[in-house]
């Protein structure tokens, strides 16, 4: 069962993070692709919290006895999974960044024998 009080905190903290998102998109600070993840996480957190029933059903399914447990683990493994993926994308940009510096560095040096 959900406290009344750590309803409203959900629920305040996934308005405050969906509007800070929007903020970011429409200064062109975020991107939104990287934003769906965080607007989709902030609707999780008002569906449980505007019902209940909900998370206590997914708690009761995992064999959970405290819906506040459940979230904590809900909350702990989406952003384990957030920190995988984003290793992922660094990964893949660090080889990219390898490749162009290497590409650079060809075209320097085909333009220095050039100019000699």
């Known amino acids: 069962m959900m406290t009344t009080t750590l309803r409203i905190a959900l629920i305040l903290v996934s308005l405050g993070t969906f509007s800070m998102i929007m903020r970011k998109i429409r200064q062109s600070r975020m991107q939104i692709e990287s934003a769906i993840f965080w607007i989709v996480l902030a609707l999780v957190l008002v ?30 493994f989406v952003l384990i ?10 990964s893949q ?13 060809l075209e320097e ?6 100019k000699r």
């Open 47 to 76: 569906v449980y919290s505007v019902f209940p029933k909900v998370a206590d059903a997914c708690a009761s399914l995992l064999g959970i006895y405290a819906t506040t447990n459940f979230l904590f683990l809900f909350a702990i």
């Open 81 to 90: 999974l957030k920190v995988f993926f984003m290793s992922i994308h660094i």
């Open 93 to 105: 940009l660090e080889s990219k960044i390898k490749e162009l510096v290497q590409a650079m560095a």
């Open 109 to 114: 040096k085909k333009y220095e024998e050039e």
